[in-house]
């Protein structure tokens, strides 16, 4: 089975604070996803990986920055953290586009809650 | 823009009746669906996926249907169960590098025991 592990599930942070998320993904995925999810508005992307160092830009990057030193690691990072980053953080990847089908396999989320 | 959204924002039914949850898309060049469920406190968890050469997939209790004439997708629950209380994502693919997928809004299934 495809296992995709985030660093914390709760965490609680003050507004400035550096925050790191974390997620590993043991099936040799080469791309890695990171979303919020708020109430009433879905699952939106913030940023996606399809290669180690390789970052794009999703529908909301602003205020985050993306990390993706290894294939199995992709962490997301908050420079300076404010409460309307409160959210819950959820990590997925998937096989390589064009042979595997793009199912997202996704951790089991960080509550992020910003002070 | 292109968005895949769902009928029906909540759905209750009975424990052991058959559930029907409802999803339409407009980008006519995805190739690939799929249905998550997601338990409150959870992250989403695949159930099943169709390709768009496909118009019925079954599995264990589930099955999806897809309509390409009217863009419509659908997941079918038999005999449904307590333990099927969640909310439930379609989602489609955007044939691009990235696998990126589309999300909709969500249904959240209620099961009245």
């Known amino acids: 089975d495809v296992k995709v592990t985030q660093s914390s599930r709760y965490l609680v942070k003050r507004t400035g604070e550096k925050v790191f998320l974390e997620c590993v993904q043991d099936m040799d995925h080469e791309n890695m996803f990171w979303y919020r999810q708020d109430p009433g508005l879905g699952l939106r992307l913030i940023y996606f990986s399809y290669d180690v160092k390789m970052k794009e830009k999703g529908d909301i990057p602003e205020g985050y920055s993306v990390s993706r030193e290894k294939k199995e690691r992709f962490s997301l990072i908050l420079e300076s953290a404010s409460t309307n980053q409160t959210s819950m953080y959820l990590c997925?990847?998937?096989?390589?586009?064009?042979?595997?089908?793009?199912?997202?396999?996704f951790g089991p989320g960080t509550r992020l809650t910003v002070l | 823009g292109e968005s895949v959204g769902l009928h029906l924002p909540t759905l209750s039914v009975q424990e052991g009746d058959n559930s029907i949850i409802n999803c339409a898309y407009s980008n006519s060049a995805s190739d690939y669906f799929i249905w998550y469920k997601q338990e409150s406190g959870k992250g989403p968890q695949f159930i099943i996926d169709?390709?768009?050469?496909?118009d019925k997939r079954q599995g264990q209790r589930v099955t999806v249907l897809l309509n390409k004439t009217v863009k419509h997708l659908s997941l079918q629950i038999a005999a449904t169960q307590p333990g099927d209380s969640a909310v439930y994502f379609c989602?489609?693919?955007?044939?691009?590098?990235?696998?990126?997928?589309?999300f909709g809004q969500g249904t959240e299934l209620s099961v009245k025991p």
């Open positions: 989602a489609e693919n955007q044939g691009v590098r990235g696998g990126k997928l589309i």
């Open positions: 169709i390709r768009s050469n496909m």
């Open positions: 997925a990847s998937s096989p390589p586009s064009g042979g595997a089908p793009d199912t997202q396999y």
